[in-house]
Every structure is written in structure tokens, then in C-alpha cells.
T-cell receptor, first 114, second 117 residues
Framework: EAQVTQNPRYLITVTGKKLTVTCSQN?????MSWYRQDPGLGLRQIYY???????DKGDVPEGYKVSRKEKRNFPLILESPSPNQTSLYFC?????????????FGPGTRLTVT | AQKITQTQPGMFVQEKEAVTLDCTYD???????LFWYKQPSSGEMIFLIY??????QNATEGRYSLNFQKARKSANLVISASQLGDSAMYFC??????????????FGAGTRLAVHP
């Protein structure tokens, strides 16, 4: 089954404690990205990757890191989480190109930073 | 700058009636795509419908149709014969521009739809 998986689904942590949210897709997609969802703001892109070892900042990259060492995986790293990073996070993947390529979303990770 | 505006924070509709969720967009690109996603209370993002800027006909998918008015830069979602299971948050999104590919999605703030029996 074609899917994007994220782990953990729920996480409560404390300020400053490094964490990683994993994302994996089984569709051989070149393109992967991370979004955060906040009330009244919709989803905003944090980082994206066009292929292995190719990553770039999205609209709200501050406080986040990513890496793309393998095509299927795109982890999101919060080196020193702060309460303003409390949010719902989505990983997404798709084929790359100008045409209609559906973005497949993971189930979301609800993060609370106290 | 590319932007999506959804002016209705919340809507309600009676079961079996039709409802229109508004979406306007701003872009200087000639080629772009417009999407609608549904987010139920469980949180996942469900793709509903897509409209390409060069598509001459409005997109339809079952009970969903997209009322695309290019000159007005609007892409409203019409849900016919509403069902209780349609109660959810709905997001309009536009495929934005990235060098080397065009898969960034720019989202609106969303509209929460409640279907009443």
C-alpha cells in the first residue's frame, strides 16, 4: 500500500530537549516536504527536499533541521524545541514536476512543547 | 506573492443540501494548480479535487465539484447532497513555484464545515 508514515504520532516534550520526527514513504517519490499546521494559518511549509542530499528552506524554517540521506526518509529535527513549536506536523511526498502530481500526506504528528 | 484566501472560518449546512466553500487565490504564474483537501477530526489530510489553470472544464469528483473562475481568481468547492461525514475542516491550496519543480503547496486558513441532520 502506497503510504507516508510518520513517527511518533503524538509527542509531549519539554523545552530544549532535542527530538526527531521520522517520515518515510514507499512510493519512490523524489519530492518530500514538512508542513506545520496552526489554527487560523493553515499549513505552512518548513523544509522541502527535491532529492537525496538536496534540501532547502520553506516559509517557516527557523528552529528546524532536516536531512535526506535516503530517498525514502526525510526526518525533521528540533534541536532545542520551544513552546512556539507546539503544532501539528505533516510530512508529504510526491513525484517532481510541473504537472498534476498528488501530494501524499502522512497521518500527522501532534507535538506539544511545555 | 502567492496567496490563498478562505474568508469563511466556519459554515454549516443541512444534511442533503449543497454547500459552497469559497477560495480566492493570487498568483502571477500562468501555470498553476488548485487543490482542495478535507481534514476530518482525526487529523489526516484527504485529497478531494484538483484543477489545473489550463483546464477548460471545471473539475468534478463524485459529489465534489470545483467552480473555477479564472478571471476572478476563484476556485470554490461545491459539495452536493451533504452528508454528516462531510463535517470537517476544508483547505484550499495552490501549487506554488519552486526552482526545479512545482510541488510546494500554499494553503488557505481553512473553513470548518458542520453538517446538521
Amino acid at each position: 500500500e502506497a503510504q507516508v508514515t510518520q513517527n511518533p504520532r503524538y509527542l509531549i516534550t519539554v523545552t530544549g530537549k532535542k527530538l526527531t520526527v521520522t517520515c518515510s514513504q514507499n512510493m519512490n517519490h523524489e519530492y518530500m516536504s514538512w508542513y506545520r499546521q496552526d489554527p487560523g494559518l493553515g499549513l505552512r511549509q518548513i523544509y522541502y527536499s527535491m532529492n537525496v542530499e538536496v534540501t532547502d528552506k520553506g516559509d517557516v524554517p527557523e528552529g528546524y533541521k532536516v536531512s535526506r540521506k535516503e530517498k525514502r526518509n526525510f526526518p525533521l529535527i528540533l534541536e532545542s524545541p520551544s513552546p512556539n513549536q507546539t503544532s501539528l506536523y505533516f510530512c508529504a511526498s510526491s513525484f517532481k514536476g510541473q504537472g498534476f502530481y498528488e501530494q501524499y500526506f502522512g497521518p500527522g504528528t501532534r507535538l506539544t512543547v511545555t | 506573492a502567492q496567496k490563498i484566501t478562505q474568508t469563511q472560518p466556519g459554515m454549516f449546512v443541512q444534511e442533503k443540501e449543497a454547500v459552497t466553500l469559497d477560495c480566492t487565490y493570487d498568483t502571477s504564474d500562468q501555470s498553476y494548480g488548485l487543490f482542495w483537501y478535507k481534514q476530518p477530526s482525526s487529523g489526516e489530510m484527504i485529497f478531494l479535487i484538483y484543477q489545473g489553470s489550463y483546464d477548460e472544464q471545471n473539475a468534478t469528483e463524485g459529489r465534489y465539484s470545483l467552480n473555477f473562475q479564472k478571471a476572478r481568481k476563484s476556485a470554490n468547492l461545491v459539495i452536493s447532497a451533504s452528508q454528516l461525514g462531510d463535517s470537517a475542516m476544508y483547505f484550499c491550496a495552490m501549487r506554488g513555484t519552486l526552482s526545479g519543480g512545482y510541488n510546494k503547496l500554499i494553503f488557505g486558513a481553512g473553513t470548518r464545515l458542520a453538517v446538521h441532520p
